[in-house]
């Protein structure tokens, strides 16, 4: 496995500017999870899709955030018209359709992209 | 609603010393617990997992976890901690343990481990 890609690893915007980030995750992982983690606080939920079907959302994604994964592999995470309380890390996670098999329900992590908004 | 709470915020250790690291969870069913280790800047590393079955997981680096159902607890600890151990650790529980959801991970705020040489 190559490991979950997220691109940029970085990326400052001014406030009111679109951004998009992409999550590549690992092949054949058809579970994909999206969080976000500001300063000094654990991950936090945001969506997640299984295959291309998106099928959570979490009140903190806000009408002005998107999530797609059009063919169920990658998978882009937008924000429009941003403000600062949207600085943060966000994070993509993929894992394997567990289908009983415990040992396959872990998320693997990447190293991220940490957003800030002037 | 499922939660974790880890009630050290920064802890300080020398190098060489015994670490635990308290976790607890609110969940309703039977849990499968997590920690993580971030070092600054990067993403999550799974150091260890509790699904079922022997309560004493074993993990990566040294690091091992013991799951207590009747505390809600599931405390990481090393008997000998290396400089290269200093990261933020989080704790998190999955929901779905039954199997049939999709895994949401809830995570502890995170303690930051600093060591002393």
């Known amino acids: 496995d190559t490991g979950v890609s997220q691109d940029p690893r970085h990326k400052i915007t001014k406030r009111g500017q679109n951004v998009t980030f992409r999550c590549d995750p690992i092949?054949?992982?058809?579970?994909l999870y999206w969080y976000r983690q500001t300063l000094g606080q654990g991950p936090e939920f945001l969506t997640y899709?299984?295959?291309?079907?998106?099928?959570?959302k979490s009140r903190l994604l806000s009408d002005r955030f998107s999530a797609e994964r059009p063919k169920g592999s990658f998978s882009t995470l937008e924000i429009q018209r941003t403000e600062q309380g949207d600085s943060a890390m966000y994070l993509c996670?993929?894992?394997?359709?567990?289908?009983?098999?415990?040992?396959?329900?872990?998320?693997?992590f990447g190293a991220g992209t940490r957003l800030s908004v002037l | 609603a499922q939660s974790v709470t880890q009630p050290d915020i920064h802890i300080t250790v020398s190098e060489g010393a015994s670490l635990e690291l308290r976790c607890n969870y609110s969940?309703?069913?039977?849990?499968?617990l997590f920690w993580y280790v971030q070092s600054p800047g990067q993403g999550l590393q799974l150091l260890l997992k509790?699904?079922?079955?022997?309560?004493l997981v074993q993990g990566i680096k040294g690091f091992e976890a013991e799951f207590k159902r009747s505390q809600s607890s599931f405390n990481l600890r090393k008997p000998s901690v290396h400089w290269s151990d200093a990261a933020e650790y989080f704790c998190?529980?999955?929901?779905?343990?039954?199997?049939?959801?999709?895994?949401?991970?809830?995570f502890g705020q995170g303690t930051i481990l600093t060591v002393h040489p």
């Open positions: 092949s054949e992982h058809n579970r």
């Open positions: 899709f299984q295959n291309e079907a998106q099928l959570e």
């Open positions: 998190a529980v999955a929901s779905g343990a039954g199997g049939t959801s999709y895994g949401k991970l809830t």
């Open positions: 509790y699904f079922s079955g022997d309560t």
């Open positions: 969940y309703g069913a039977t849990p499968y």
């Open positions: 996670a993929s894992r394997r359709l567990a289908g009983g098999h415990l040992a396959k329900n872990i998320q693997y």
